[in-house]
């Protein structure tokens, strides 16, 4: 028979994080775990400041959901949920002008509960409050782990964000920039060479093979942050990012950029990205940011190809 362990709660959270603001926030904004958040909630988020200004007060995390750009505040809570974190909650997304709303606590009472879902349920759909209860969980002496249990969100959570950031404007300009990028990107030989012309989506990315089932070369337009990205996408191959990141000196040199490797140890995939801010709604300018585009998806396919 297989000995198996006990799954135990740790109920005091303060255990592992005495003080909110110098212990738990902190600890939050690290890329791995809001990463965690973000899994948890279903958007990606990406952190702009911890202990943010708001008039005279501060609220924990002010940060931007990375795909729309729209803002997003947390306010973190480690005990029951009470009216003053609840006003302040409301508070904060009117000073910073925030359309999700996140709330962490230890424990969500149920007239607490109630008042975010009543706030769901009487703001506009571009408006999300989430309320999340913060479990931690040992096994025998092991190391403690973090689970955030969604106890509130908005009803068809997915659909309204599809509907709220995924306007038929977003949907054009998307195809259209694709549209020109194919027809400039194919008329280079080398370019045409190394890639194959895809269909134009309405997405905001789009993929290129590079031989390999566990990765691609991908091209993001992110236009709320004003920048385009190219990235080397791994699928669930932690080894292949690993045995790339022990040459990446190497890599860095032979394509002569200054990568972001993003390991992100708690999600199937791995990012490899160059990113430059472009003014991407300037039609005129296009051509120029379609050629430096050619220029890294080439080198990056380069450098990278020899180790795959």
């Given at each position: 028979?297989?000995?198996?362990?006990?799954?135990e709660?740790i109920?005091?959270?303060?255990?592992?994080?005495?003080?909110?603001?110098?212990?738990f926030?902190?600890?939050?904004?690290?890329?791995?775990?809001?990463?965690?958040?973000?899994?948890?909630?279903?958007?990606?988020?990406?952190i702009?400041?911890?202990?943010?200004?708001?008039?005279?007060?501060?609220?924990?995390?002010?940060?931007?959901?990375?795909?729309?750009?729209?803002k997003?505040?947390?306010?973190?809570?480690?005990?029951?949920?009470?009216?003053?974190?609840?006003?302040?909650?409301?508070?904060?997304?009117?000073?910073?002008?925030?359309?999700?709303?996140?709330?962490?606590?230890?424990?969500?009472?149920?007239?607490?509960?109630?008042?975010?879902e009543?706030?769901?349920?009487?703001?506009?759909?571009?408006?999300?409050?989430?309320?999340?209860e913060?479990?931690?969980?040992?096994?025998?002496?092991?190391?403690?782990?973090?689970?955030?249990?969604?106890?509130?969100?908005?009803?068809?959570?997915?659909?309204?964000?599809?509907?709220?950031?995924?306007?038929?404007?977003?949907?054009?300009?998307?195809?259209?920039?694709?549209?020109?990028?194919?027809?400039?990107?194919?008329?280079?030989?080398?370019f045409?060479?190394?890639?194959?012309?895809?269909?134009?989506?309405?997405?905001?990315?789009?993929?290129?093979?590079?031989?390999?089932?566990?990765?691609?070369?991908?091209?993001?337009?992110?236009?709320?942050?004003?920048?385009?990205?190219?990235?080397?996408?791994?699928?669930?191959?932690?080894?292949?990012f690993?045995?790339?990141?022990?040459?990446?000196?190497?890599?860095?040199?032979?394509?002569?950029?200054?990568?972001?490797?993003?390991?992100?140890?708690?999600?199937?995939a791995?990012?490899?990205?160059?990113?430059?801010?472009?003014?991407?709604?300037?039609?005129?300018?296009?051509?120029?940011?379609?050629?430096?585009?050619?220029?890294?998806?080439?080198?990056?396919?380069?450098?990278?190809?020899?180790?795959?």
């Amino acid at each position: 028979m297989i000995n198996l362990s006990k799954l135990e709660e740790i109920n005091d959270l303060r255990k592992v994080w005495p003080h909110e603001a110098q212990d738990f926030t902190p600890w939050l904004a690290s890329e791995d775990n809001i990463g965690s958040l973000s899994d948890a909630i279903g958007i990606e988020i990406a952190i702009d400041e911890e202990e943010s200004p708001v008039g005279d007060f501060s609220v924990d995390i002010f940060a931007r959901e990375i795909d729309t750009g729209r803002k997003v505040i947390i306010e973190n809570q480690l005990e029951s949920t009470n009216h003053d974190h609840l006003g302040k909650l409301i508070t904060y997304a009117s000073g910073k002008s925030a359309e999700i709303i996140v709330w962490l606590v230890k424990h969500a009472r149920e007239e607490h509960r109630a008042a975010i879902e009543w706030l769901n349920n009487h703001t506009d759909d571009q408006v999300a409050f989430f309320l999340c209860e913060i479990k931690l969980y040992k096994i025998g002496n092991s190391s403690p782990a973090v689970k955030f249990e969604v106890i509130e969100r908005p009803n068809d959570w997915a659909k309204d964000v599809k509907k709220a950031t995924t306007t038929s404007a977003v949907q054009q300009r998307r195809y259209d920039y694709w549209v020109a990028f194919q027809n400039y990107a194919f008329q280079d030989s080398a370019f045409a060479r190394e890639f194959n012309r895809r269909k134009p989506t309405l997405d905001h990315w789009m993929t290129f093979s590079i031989g390999s089932s566990s990765c691609h070369l991908a091209l993001l337009q992110l236009h709320k942050r004003q920048s385009l990205a190219v990235e080397f996408y791994i699928g669930n191959d932690k080894d292949l990012f690993h045995s790339l990141y022990g040459h990446r000196q190497e890599i860095e040199a032979d394509c002569g950029l200054k990568l972001d490797w993003r390991e992100l140890p708690h999600r199937k995939a791995s990012r490899i990205l160059f990113e430059r801010k472009f003014e991407l709604s300037n039609a005129n300018q296009w051509d120029a940011q379609f050629a430096w585009v050619v220029d890294v998806m080439l080198k990056m396919k380069k450098a990278f190809k020899k180790f795959i």
